[in-house]
């Protein structure tokens, strides 16, 4: 008795053995050649590619706003004052998420002033509950009345996280005018002023330009735009750099198994209409990069973690050079052209020559 209980312990293990193998093959079978071979693979960030050399300046938190990482080139080797780009990350992020693209941009001659997102800073006496959620970042697509209070919450923090933009800005102008300041060592030019940020610090940084117009230009890393930018239009000059990533869009008779679905999918209509109505004007760039993934645009392109954004209904992977080269190139053409005045014929070139970019969302 105990023997023929043991083999049926034992065909049910190879059994249940048998069907992961079985689950393992089919998702491996699935997934495409360039998953397998750029998802898990660490590549090292590329060194900086302009002129300069480069420092990181931490500025530490004073005033009730929070620490600033200032990435700028070395005074001894900049020539002229750095203008001054702005980096807010993404939903909850740190100042430290994008490095490497950054200290890039500090090789070509551009100072940028990275900050926490609002999440992280301690919230003003009196705040209300409601801005405190905002500030949380609170998401609730379980039903339509909570999916719209959401929808409310973001134009919220979005104003929110504009406002802590700008007022970085003022910080920074207070302290060139110390006499022993922070920034004794960087040379920073006040009237060259843009805006840069990824995922919802994208969405701030043209809320930004909206509300401050000292911030002449704005670039959004992958980020659905909120606030009053997703509804009206901007004169100032933008860039939106996009990923392929999308939500999947579940049959009616599955709806029970994933019932948020429906709002993810309408937010995201919603947003890729704001992307194309904001887009629609010649001072503004859409530039999508096939097989990128949304944290494809922050440090952790090069982390081998990129397998996790797998989805079998997303094209490839690109590889993370690629995408690290497309995003630096135009990031680069952009602020050269609205910044310095140096036009760039890659932002009108179409097609353009990275085979992985295309111009609509």
Known sequence: MRLRQTNRRR?????????????????????PWND?????????????????ATQIIDIPAAEGLSAIRLFAPKTAAAAQAAPLILYMPGF???????????????????AIAAFDDIAHDAPPAGE????????????????????????????????MSAHKMTAMLDRLERLARLEVSPLAAVRLDFSRV?????????????????RDSRILAAANLDGDLAGRTATEIVDGPYLELNS?????????????????????????????????????????????ITGARHNDFT??????????????????LAQAERVRSITDAYLLAFFGAHLRGEPSPLLTASPSPFEEVRFSR
């Open 11 to 31: 065909g049910l293990i190879r059994a249940v053995l048998a069907l992961l193998a079985i689950c393992l093959a089919g998702v491996l079978a699935m997934a």
């Open 36 to 52: 397998l071979r750029y998802g898990f693979t660490r590549v090292p960030p590329p060194p900086p590619s302009g002129p300069f």
């Open 92 to 110: 909850q992020g740190r100042a430290t998420d994008n490095d490497a693209l950054l200290a890039n941009l500090a090789s070509h001659g551009y």
């Open 128 to 159: 209300s509950e409601s801005r405190r959620a905002a500030r949380r970042g609170d998401l609730d697509y379980r039903t339509e009345q909570a999916y719209r209070a959401t929808s409310k919450r973001l134009d919220v923090r979005a104003e």
């Open 194 to 210: 843009g805006a840069l940020g990824f995922s919802f610090g994208g969405a701030t940084a043209i809320e930004a330009m909206a």
């Open 244 to 288: 392929t990533d999308r939500p999947v869009v579940w049959p009616k008779w599955m709806a029970w198994l994933r019932p948020t679905n429906a709002f993810v999918v309408e937010e995201a209509r919603l947003a890729r209409k704001a992307s194309r109505d904001q887009t629609a004007r010649p001072n503004a760039h859409l530039i999508v």
């Open 299 to 316: 440090d952790a392109l090069h982390g081998g973690a990129r397998w996790r954004g797998w989805r079998p209904w997303l094209p490839p």
